[in-house]
């Protein structure tokens, strides 16, 4: 892959038509397009067979975290609109066993979420969690390559233990914030280079790239970091 086929740049706007302005100053400036909860609730289903069919790459970004019977029939529509990945919960077997069956024999690539970059140990221990976030992050990592998932969701912090760990299996790394930015509500966020340098295969960006004045510079700035890391 190229630096800027690394980029998944998040797509957190309210309404396909805003998504579609933002795709039109990106150009080709990032690899793949992530349609999130408040778009796919609001036509992202269609914009996604839209870009599909233009030759873009897709990440659903679903989160799927129900009975099996619901997961395994939501990832089978979602494989129907062509994209490229969709994000399933990586907390219990039955879950990520539902995914793969709903997958079948389609190109979709399933990626476990772990942990959530804007949790720290405090968030999981109000979930009931006595684990710090690294050691949870590992073992859903292991609970997704055991069921026959592509690859995780997890924060660069955590990138580099299971880069080593795991092989063979995707590392896609949100909460990413250039040097010297507002964190904002993420709470593990690293930079592109440390995310790079940790193992992380692919990088979600949102704010950075979409809420700035020029959208495909700074995509494009990301890139070359991401490609002086790669050095």
Same mark, same amino acid.
């Given at each position: 892959?190229?630096?800027?086929?690394?980029?998944?740049?998040?797509?957190?706007?309210?309404?396909?038509?805003?998504?579609?302005?933002?795709?039109?100053?990106?150009?080709?400036?990032?690899?793949?397009?992530?349609?999130?909860?408040?778009?796919?609730?609001?036509?992202?289903?269609?914009?996604?067979?839209? !870009? #599909?069919? &233009?030759?873009? *790459?897709?990440?659903?970004? $679903?989160? @799927?975290?129900? /009975?099996? =019977?619901?997961?395994?029939? %939501?990832?089978?529509?979602?494989?129907?609109?062509?994209?490229?990945?969709?994000?399933?919960?990586?907390?219990?077997?039955?879950?990520?066993?539902?995914?793969?069956?709903?997958?079948?024999?389609?190109?979709?690539?399933?990626?476990?979420?772990?942990?959530?970059?804007?949790?720290?140990?405090?968030?999981?221990?109000?979930?009931?969690?006595?684990?710090?976030?690294?050691? !949870? #992050?590992? &073992?859903?990592? *292991?609970?997704?390559?055991? $069921?026959? @998932?592509?690859? /995780?969701? =997890?924060?660069?912090?955590? %990138?580099?233990?299971?880069?080593?760990?795991?092989?063979?299996?995707?590392?896609?790394?949100?909460?990413?914030?250039?040097?010297?930015?507002?964190?904002?509500?993420?709470?593990?966020?690293?930079?592109?280079?440390?995310?790079?340098?940790?193992?992380?295969?692919?990088?979600?960006?949102?704010?950075?790239?979409?809420?700035?004045?020029?959208?495909?510079?700074?995509?494009?700035?990301?890139? &070359?970091?991401?490609?002086?890391?790669?050095?």
């Amino acid at each position: 892959m190229t630096p800027k086929d690394r980029i998944i740049v998040a797509l957190d706007v309210p309404d396909p038509d805003e998504a579609r302005a933002l795709i039109a100053k990106l150009g080709d400036s990032v690899g793949v397009y992530k349609i999130g909860l408040e778009l796919l609730f609001e036509g992202g289903q269609d914009l996604a067979k839209e !870009l #599909v069919a &233009e030759g873009k *790459r897709v990440f659903i970004d $679903a989160k @799927l975290l129900d /009975i099996e =019977a619901t997961v395994e029939r %939501a990832t089978a529509a979602i494989a129907k609109t062509g994209a490229h990945f969709l994000t399933v919960h990586a907390t219990d077997t039955k879950t990520l066993d539902a995914a793969v069956r709903g997958r079948g024999d389609s190109a979709l690539k399933l990626l476990g979420v772990t942990v959530l970059t804007n949790l720290d140990r405090a968030d999981l221990s109000e979930q009931g969690i006595d684990m710090p976030p690294l050691a !949870l #992050v590992q &073992e859903r990592a *292991r609970l997704a390559q055991r $069921a026959g @998932l592509d690859g /995780i969701v =997890a924060s660069g912090k955590e %990138a580099a233990a299971l880069h080593e760990r795991l092989r063979n299996f995707l590392i896609v790394t949100p909460g990413i914030r250039q040097q010297g930015t507002d964190t904002q509500d993420q709470t593990r966020a690293v930079t592109p280079t440390i995310a790079v340098e940790a193992g992380a295969d692919y990088l979600v960006v949102g704010r950075p790239i979409t809420r700035a004045d020029d959208p495909r510079a700074a995509a494009q700035k990301i890139a &070359e970091e991401i490609a002086s890391a790669e050095v």
